[in-house]
């Protein structure tokens, strides 16, 4: 069984910072993408950003230059510093990972359970 526990989430002012935190634990044979989607009230969900297990990075343009994501390969974690916070971020922040497992042998995508942030104005 494979679990991605999500921290860091919270109410902060704008222009404040968070730094979001995902742990994989369970069965993992390795992991290759990961990633960080956000889902606002009455909202579709949306890629924030994502990296590789090699560490090349994609953001959403809504985020470039505030966001950075980054992971530990060692620790099975990815984190999502975010900086110049504004209202408009406020959402439940999902982390994502494919994952090869030792129960399915093949590539699976699981996700947490989500973490709220709200940006206060």
């Known amino acids: 069984q494979v679990q991605l526990v999500e921290s860091g989430g919270g109410l902060v002012q704008a222009g404040g910072s968070l730094r979001l935190s995902c742990a994989a634990s369970?069965?993992?044979?390795?992991?290759?993408?990961m990633g960080w989607y956000r889902q606002a009230p009455g909202k579709q969900r949306e890629l924030v950003a994502a990296?590789?297990?090699?560490?090349?990075?994609n953001y959403a343009d809504s985020v470039k230059g505030r966001f950075t994501i980054s992971r530990d390969n060692a620790k099975n974690t990815v984190y999502l510093q975010m900086n110049s916070l504004k209202p408009e971020d406020t959402a439940v922040y999902y982390c994502?990972?494919?994952?090869?497992?030792?129960?399915?042998?093949?590539?699976?995508?699981?996700w947490g359970q989500g973490t709220q942030v709200t940006v206060s104005s």
């Open positions: 369970g069965s993992i044979l390795s992991i290759n993408g």
């Open positions: 994502q990972a494919d994952i090869r497992d030792s129960a399915r042998g093949s590539l699976s995508d699981y």
């Open positions: 990296i590789t297990r090699s560490g090349r990075t």
